[in-house]
């Protein structure tokens, strides 16, 4: 066995390994309400960002794709596109929080300084 055939074999990706993978990837990348930090929401949505474009990419190598399949992809791309604007608007809620908590101790600063 030669070094490039040794290789293959012990990095070879195996489907059980690639599904486990995945389906972390899934984990992270499924929207929840409770987030409350934007960073965390910031990282969420360039994940989303390129795992769609990541998509897209594969329906552009594909060429022998059915057109159902390529079509429940364009579909799922949508989803993962509409999960970015859950992400965004959960954002604007965290900025608008905070903008009030901020304001609110502004104003007892202010109110103490008088």
Do not use: C, W
């Not at 989303?48 to 791309?77: C, G, M, R, V, W």
């Not at 604007?92 to 104003?107: C, D, H, M, P």
């Amino acid at each position: 066995m030669t070094a490039l055939e040794k290789y293959e074999v012990e990095n070879k990706i195996d489907e059980k390994e690639f599904d486990h993978v995945m389906s972390n990837v899934f984990h992270s990348l499924t929207f929840h309400s409770s987030y409350t930090r934007v960073t965390l929401l910031d990282k969420k949505d360039e994940m989303l960002d390129q795992f769609a474009q990541l998509l897209e990419t594969f329906i552009d190598l594909k060429f022998s794709t059915p057109k159902i399949q390529k079509l429940n992809i364009i579909n799922f791309i949508d989803k993962v596109n509409m999960q970015r604007e859950l992400l965004e608007v959960k954002r604007n809620e965290i900025t608008v929080s905070q903008l009030r908590t901020a304001s609110k101790r502004f104003g007892k600063k202010a109110q103490s300084s008088v």
